[in-house]
């Protein structure tokens, strides 16, 4: 009797147990500790709402946040690939200001194709890759110190290039502008480049054998390499990555503002790790991922225009970035804590 008992409860209790399954997965989903960004987004959303209705609750102001941050999103997801590897790259805003001043210069200066100048700054973004791979991975150098003495030494670099001015004026302002200022329903071509280049990077670490290895390799090197795992090559492929990412985002900007200047890059550098690592508390739990970091650069673009809306001293966005990266950061720890106990 017991065992035909159990056979008749057997389908409810699965269907019982699948339905919770599925409802507890839902709540996990939209709970505070996976898209805690996505909460914290609307609380600005009021916040600005309330403080300049006539300004910030406006499509224009809308596009601005997406159309602004396009080339803050492609240097935050150059990071993706080398995070998840556990590998710092500290060059990437150099980077940028390299591409752009490459561009800017060989624009004004050349009758070179713009295809072929803008080549050339991608095969720099892979020379820089290389060096920063051959001190990290071959010299195992720390990669915190490796990238930054090579971003001191591209910094100087753009400095000679550029002769300490700001390189402008020449095709600049033509076809090559256009490129940034082409939009499809308000939204423009680098916001296009940006989703491209999340699309891509997801493709390889969620649904690749090469992405599942670089996260294995960022979790635990050791036991990733005892289950054969090449993480030499991997941690060596994400630097390069980095580079040539960055060198698109310095692609963009100089299409942006028809301009390359000495000091371009650096300035991007922590909107763009705050916004990889406020990314990386979202959607994936804990992996460093693409789609939260966009997500990420929404929500510090979105704050950084609503300041300048109201008006607020230029200190006010370096304090608002910070703040909301360790807020996000500390409540998730909080959260997870709590469901941990």
Not at 275 to 280: C, N, Q, T, V
Request: hydrophobic share 55%; proline share 3%.
């Amino acid at each position: 009797m017991s065992v035909v008992t159990t056979e008749k409860n057997t389908p409810d209790v699965e269907g019982r147990g699948g339905g919770s399954g599925g409802r507890t997965q839902l709540i996990k989903w939209f709970g505070f500790g996976n898209i805690s960004a996505v909460y914290l987004l609307a609380v600005i959303i009021v916040v600005f709402g309330i403080w300049a209705p006539d300004t910030f609750l406006t499509k224009d102001t809308l596009l601005q946040i997406v159309n602004q941050n396009a080339v803050m999103a492609i240097l935050a997801l150059s990071l993706v690939v080398p995070l998840s590897a556990h590998v710092f790259d500290l060059s990437i805003g150099a980077m940028l200001g390299l591409a752009a001043a490459i561009v800017a210069i060989l624009m004004t200066t050349t009758s070179l194709p713009v295809f072929v100048i803008i080549l050339l700054a991608l095969a720099t973004g892979v020379v820089v890759g290389l060096v920063n791979a051959f001190f990290v991975v071959t010299l195992k150098v720390e990669s915190l110190i490796a990238t930054l003495a090579s971003a001191a030494l591209i910094e100087a670099l753009v400095v000679w290039m550029t002769d300490e001015q700001v390189v402008t004026g020449g095709r600049l302002f033509g076809s090559f502008g256009s490129l940034a200022t082409a939009s499809l329903f308000g939204i423009t071509v680098p916001v296009l480049f940006a989703i491209v280049i999340a699309l891509a990077i997801w493709w390889l670490m969620e649904h690749t054998a090469s992405g599942r290895r670089i996260y294995a390799t960022g979790f635990n090197e050791p036991a990733a390499r005892l289950a054969g795992v090449r993480t030499t090559r991997l941690r060596f492929i994400a630097l390069m990555i980095s580079a040539v990412i960055a060198g698109i985002a310095g692609i963009t900007l100089v299409a942006q503002v028809s301009s390359a200047s000495p000091d371009l890059g650096p300035p991007y550098l922590l909107n763009a790790f705050a916004a990889a690592f406020l990314g990386s508390s979202q959607l994936r739990g804990g992996r460093f991922n693409a789609f939260g970091t966009l997500l990420a650069v929404i929500l510090l673009g979105t704050g950084q225009v609503g300041l300048s809306l109201v008006s607020a001293p230029v200190w006010a966005s370096s304090v608002f970035t910070g703040s909301v990266l360790l807020a996000a950061l500390a409540l998730r720890s909080a959260h997870s804590d709590r469901k941990g106990g």
